[in-house]
């Protein structure tokens, strides 16, 4: 996926990865030096569904409760 961005003239520093599993998304996301946004749509859960818990804790920078909440925090972003 990196590569093919660059092909099409994008950075890594343009990459948003946006996902909810931190052990199948955010710790790959943060291995491949991205910046991400969690998607914590299990907010009001306890534990982490069918996926694994993480080894550790990844790094995110961003935190929603869905992608709706994401896209209305960048709309109210760009003013």
Known sequence: MIGKLSDAGY??????HAAESLYHDHLP?????????????????QGFGATHPPETMPRYDFQFKS??????????ALG
């Open 29 to 45: 996301a943060n291995r491949a030096g991205l910046a991400s946004a969690w998607i914590y749509r299990r907010h009001r859960q």
């Open 67 to 76: 992608l709706e909440e994401m896209a209305k925090a960048h709309r109210e």
């Open 11 to 16: 950075r890594k520093e343009d990459i948003l």
